[in-house]
């Protein structure tokens, strides 16, 4: 067992319940991560073939149309790499916690949660850009 020189806010224990819903949510974890970055790719290869399809529009033909053709590939690739980000912290979480339980550590169950936290930010940040992105394209006309 690690010694923490840091004293325990209390004690925690884990049923075998709490132990399967854990290793469910690893293996729904992985499931969710092999689907979404097929989903991901699908819509980043949607939006480079149609930014290269038009990239030549040209500008004075229509200014709004030509920024949201570069805004709307920014966007979709920003999104994209925090949202591959985001699954690695949910990954790695559920992946620690449920090798806590393998080992009978709860120091790495404490340490999982940084990844959990981390996943946490990333969906806020996610949250902010697609408002910010919707906003914009409500304003435009888009």
Do not use: C
């Not at 974890?29 to 290869?45: H, K, P, S, T, Y």
């Not at 939006?47 to 920024?67: A, M, Q, V």
């Not at 709307?72 to 559920?94: C, G, N």
């Amino acid at each position: 067992m690690y010694m923490n020189e840091e004293k325990s806010i209390f004690s925690l224990e884990i049923d075998n319940k709490g132990a399967e819903t854990i290793r469910s949510i690893y293996r729904i974890a992985r499931l969710f991560f092999g689907i979404a970055a097929v989903g991901e790719i699908l819509i980043v290869f949607y939006t480079l073939r149609n930014y290269w399809l038009f990239r030549s529009f040209p500008k004075e033909e229509d200014p709004g149309y030509y920024w949201y053709l570069r805004l709307d590939i920014i966007y979709v690739i920003t999104y994209s790499a925090l949202f591959f980000l985001q699954l690695f912290y949910m990954l790695k979480y559920t992946g620690m916690s449920k090798r806590s339980l393998e080992i009978n550590d709860s120091h790495l169950l404490n340490s999982s949660f940084k990844w959990m936290y981390k996943n946490f930010v990333i969906g806020v940040i996610l949250s902010l850009l697609t408002a910010a992105y919707f906003i914009y394209l409500f304003i435009s006309g888009r």
